[in-house]
């Protein structure tokens, strides 16, 4: 235990990277890797909490947009697909014998626990697996910025953004420019300046704040969570 850089991490998981082959809803396989993945990091006695996005049931901003909803209503309904997605993991774990709970920003007794930190600190501290849902349980704000929030509070030595196809931080797109350059190391000031959209500048300046990093990784690589756990150059680190 001593030896892994990090011992308490929060996982961030974009609700894209449950789509798999699907173009909408919620794919068996993806889900079944992200959880296996977890359980090999939760296998060292890491703690481990996780935030899941909701992209791939609602967008907020598109979706609401079309349907003539306004910007809050549409938050609204894309905090709930991530307490869907939340739960889908959380049977996902189960089955493969991983103690967890969902804890959901917005009250829903019957399917997960409220947001308590000190509860949810608890339950890491019991080596269960805390899985965070409906974002920060307020609209305007993206789930990015909760997962900064809550690796805020729960005291989280790093914060692992897990992207679908992605290896790190690039210059440019690099699904659309070759040429674009990837970042080893970045300061969280210049994903600001140069105005990177890896991640919403909220949450990088709640964690440049905290003096949390940022470990932005591509999570289709196999083992990746452990060998940034021991200390490998994996994807671009942002401090």
């Known amino acids: 235990m001593n030896k892994l850089k990090y011992n308490k991490i929060l996982l961030k998981i974009s609700g894209e990277a449950l789509l798999g082959s ?10 079944h890797r992200i959880a296996l993945e977890i359980k090999k990091a939760h296998a060292l006695g890491v703690q481990i909490a996780v935030v899941v996005g909701g992209g791939n049931i609602f967008r907020g901003m598109k979706n609401s947009s079309k349907l003539g909803m306004d910007q809050a209503s549409g938050d609204y309904v894309g905090m709930l697909a991530t307490v869907m997605n939340a739960i889908a993991l959380q049977s996902e ?4 014998n991983v103690e967890c709970r969902v804890q959901s920003a917005i009250d829903m007794e019957k399917i997960a626990e409220p947001y308590i930190r000190f509860k949810a600190i608890r339950h890491l501290e019991k080596n269960r697996v805390v899985i965070f849902a409906a974002g920060t349980g307020n609209p305007f704000f993206t789930t990015d910025t909760a997962a900064a929030l809550r690796a805020s509070e729960i005291g989280a030595e790093v914060m692992l953004m897990a992207k679908n196809g992605v290896d790190g931080i690039y210059s440019d797109d690099p699904k659309t420019n070759p040429n674009a350059k990837k970042y080893d190391k970045i300061s969280y000031d210049d994903i600001i300046v140069k105005g990177l959209k890896v991640m919403d500048l909220t949450s990088c300046a709640l964690c440049k704040q905290n003096d949390i990093p940022i470990c932005v990784f591509d999570f289709n690589l196999e083992n990746s969570i452990i060998d940034i756990l021991n200390n490998k150059k994996v994807g671009t680190m942002v401090e």
């Not at 699907?22 to 889900?31: N, Y």
């Open 22 to 31: 699907q173009e909408f809803g919620i794919d068996p396989e993806p889900v």
């Open 93 to 96: 774990l189960r089955k493969i």
